[in-house]
Nanobody, 119 residues
């Protein structure tokens, strides 16, 4: 299974970015996808996750500003980030959990995309 992320970049505080992550490969079913981030010197943390049924969960720090959505037919997840703050600066990683065609569970990560918010 491969995860390809796109949409990161440099934005001024208060601006918006939209991240995308497309999963491909030996995918029988995806149970959920999500976004995590890691800032320099900090541990990787959850940003938002979405299940195949559409249930979502957000970190408190992004509630009301970020929106996660998914397209099950395309095995793709999006993260709309509005009202960006300097502290949102981090490498954002996509994650997918599911079952492959061998009926084995998988848990894969994307390569990461840099989001930099200038103050």
């Amino acid at each position: 299974v491969q995860l390809v992320e796109s949409g990161g970049g440099l934005v001024q505080a208060g601006g918006s970015l939209r991240l995308s992550c497309a999963a491909s490969g030996s995918i029988f079913n995806i149970n959920g996808m999500g976004w995590y981030r890691q800032a320099p010197g900090k541990q990787r943390e959850l940003v938002a996750i979405i299940t195949s049924g559409g249930s979502t969960n957000y970190a408190d720090s992004v509630k009301g500003r970020f929106t996660i959505s998914g397209d099950n037919a395309k095995n793709t997840v999006y993260l709309q980030m509005n009202s960006l703050k300097f502290e949102d600066t981090a490498v954002y990683y996509c994650n997918a959990k599911g079952i492959d065609w061998g009926l084995k569970p998988f848990d894969y990560w994307g390569q990461g995309t840099q989001v930099t918010v200038s103050s």
